[in-house]
């Protein structure tokens, strides 16, 4: 029998490694790999962390980000980009280069500021993701408390996301999506998404889970790849979210730690040792 594969297109994750596999790099490459997509990865930080929290971050020597980089975009065809952990000014100003530069197409920034577990990921000026990445971003994918420290002020309802959107977008990325994964509505999880002057609202319905570790990661990857197949924005990003609601309500009754959980990236697929 032969088996006729598709070449599928690369994308390129430039995140933190997080040693309980739940997010970060670990999270992307699951990601491109459930949508098809070649995944490579810079890796710019090295967490020990769990499912109950960060016990320690180490930095990866800017000059090894920038030769990865190098590795990278000097062999590939990357189509779409996506940022997560970015430790610290150093490393933040060697991406926003390569961005200035026109080397990261079709870049998705998700600015992790603090993780979930209240651990602090980056120890920089948070206004450089502002002034330094949105003008060449496609989709900026900030949560409501990255939102918040970002801008200042409270988000406490969706006419403050709506606003916050507005607000985020006058940096110059193409599109930003503020995720309502800590809002308050039992029932649905809502995202805002500002593209093209205007604002569109994703609503699913809240899963059930304490398995939510790593959403953040997945969304962001699961829009790049859909990017890097050629989706426009407003259908990637619908896309990515129906993605995530599955992966969430695959995994609910995961119990992998004693803390918050990855989600099932691979829902759907038939695993191969079964
Ligand atoms: N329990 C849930 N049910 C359905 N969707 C959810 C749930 N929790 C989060 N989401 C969705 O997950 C995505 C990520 O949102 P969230 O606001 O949690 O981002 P984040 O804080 O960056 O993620 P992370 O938890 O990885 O830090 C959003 O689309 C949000 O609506
Ligand atoms: C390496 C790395 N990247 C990103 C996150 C954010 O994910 P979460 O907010 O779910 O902790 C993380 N915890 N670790």
Not at 53 to 58: A, F, N, Q, R
Not at 197 to 217: F, M, Y
Not at 220 to 230: D, E, F, K
Request: aromatic fraction near 4%; glycine fraction near 10%.
């Amino acid at each position: 029998m032969t088996t006729v594969t598709t070449q599928p297109p690369t994308a390129l994750t430039i995140a933190g490694s997080d040693s309980g596999g739940g997010a970060g790099i670990q999270a992307d490459l699951h990601t491109f790999a459930a949508h098809a997509v070649h995944g490579t990865s810079v890796v710019t930080s090295v967490t020990a962390q769990n499912t109950l929290g960060v016990t320690d971050v180490h930095p990866v020597p800017p000059e090894t980000v920038s030769a990865q980089l190098d590795a990278v975009l000097s062999d590939f065809d990357v189509r779409a980009v996506k940022t997560g952990l970015l430790p610290d000014e150093t490393i933040l100003s060697i991406v926003a280069e390569r961005a200035e530069a026109g080397d990261l197409p079709e870049l998705v920034v998700d600015p992790v500021l603090v993780a979930a577990s209240g651990d602090k990921l980056f120890t920089g000026d948070f206004g450089a993701y502002l002034e330094r990445l949105s003008p060449h971003t496609i989709v900026f994918t900030p949560n409501i408390h990255e939102a918040q420290a970002l801008l200042g002020g409270e988000i406490t309802g969706l006419d403050d996301m709506r606003e916050a959107a507005r607000a985020l977008a006058r940096y110059g990325s193409q599109a930003v999506l503020v995720k309502g994964g800590h809002g308050k509505d039992p029932e649905k999880a809502t995202d805002v998404l500002w593209t093209q002057g205007q604002i569109l609202e994703l609503s699913a319905p809240r899963v059930d889970t304490p398995n939510t570790h790593g959403t953040g990661c997945t969304l962001a990857s699961a829009i790049a790849a859909r990017i890097a197949h050629g989706h426009p924005v407003a259908q990637a990003v619908g896309g990515a979210k129906r993605y995530l609601t599955e992966a969430l309500t695959a995994a609910a009754s995961w119990r992998l730690g004693a803390g918050p959980g990855p989600v099932h990236h691979h829902h759907g697929r038939k695993s191969t040792v079964l």
